[in-house]
């Protein structure tokens, strides 16, 4: 069965510093990779995207992610964090096999930005 | 676009007591799902929806029936409200296509159950 792993529940980081999210996985194949971001109150918004091709995806929002194959993982980055980035982000993976669009999500990494 | 838009935002109930979440969307989406989000536990499939009439269940099931007449609605029914179904609630929808294709998730119902 596949499984996604976001082994930080809570980060804080200083507005301005860099930020990684960590995000692992387990499924027979490559899954389909995704980021959301839920801010305070708010539904879930898509960040980035990965199913094939260049290993580095560029999302919204200046965030980034790299799929790495050989640790099965996904992690998140952002070079600079800003105030508004404060939210909880969630990773969730979709089956290649699946004809719809069944997620399977992480439990998630809260965010924390102070001054 | 109104995108997918849930309704109500808030709820209080009873044990026992039943009712509707409605979700509702405008882009023409064949796939349609219902989350729980517990925390801790990320998002968890509850009930999702290929099209018109065709439903199948999720992860988390039981408790919850739903139904899919049109195109546009797909609403959760709660039958017999219990506190582990305190939760809040998320509708999604998403075009054919597979998991490639971006779920669109509407702004939550957040439910309490007393």
């Known amino acids: 069965a596949q499984s996604v792993t976001q082994p930080d529940i809570h980060i804080t980081v200083s507005e301005g510093a860099s930020l990684e999210l960590r995000c692992n996985y387990s499924y027979g194949a490559t899954p389909y990779l995704f980021w959301y971001v839920q801010s305070p109150g708010q539904g879930l918004q898509l960040l980035l995207k990965?199913?094939?091709?260049?290993?580095l995806v560029q999302g919204i929002k200046g965030f980034e992610a790299e799929f790495k194959r050989s640790q099965s993982s996904f992690n998140l980055r952002k070079p600079s964090v800003h105030w508004s980035d404060a939210a909880e982000y969630f990773c969730?993976?979709?089956?290649?096999?699946?004809?719809?669009?069944?997620?399977?999500f992480g439990a998630g990494t809260q965010v924390v930005v102070t001054p | 676009n109104a995108g997918v838009t849930q309704t109500p935002k808030f709820q209080v109930l009873k044990t026992g007591q039943s009712m509707t979440l409605q979700c509702a969307q405008d882009m023409n989406h064949e796939y349609m799902s219902w989350y729980r989000q517990d925390p801790g536990m990320g998002l968890r499939l509850i009930h999702y929806?290929?099209?018109?009439?065709?439903?199948d269940q999720g992860e988390v099931p039981n408790g919850y029936n739903v139904s899919r007449s049109t195109t546009e609605d797909f609403p959760l029914r709660l039958l017999s409200a219990a506190p582990s179904q305190t939760s809040v609630y998320f509708c999604?929808?998403?075009?054919?296509?597979?998991?490639?294709?971006?779920?669109?998730f509407g702004p939550g119902t957040r439910l309490l159950v007393l």
């Open positions: 999604a929808s998403g075009p054919r296509g597979g998991p490639a294709e971006t779920q669109y």
């Open positions: 929806s290929v099209g018109a009439g065709i439903t």
């Open positions: 969730a993976v979709g089956q290649t096999t699946d004809s719809w669009g069944k997620l399977q």
């Open positions: 990965y199913f094939s091709g260049d290993t």
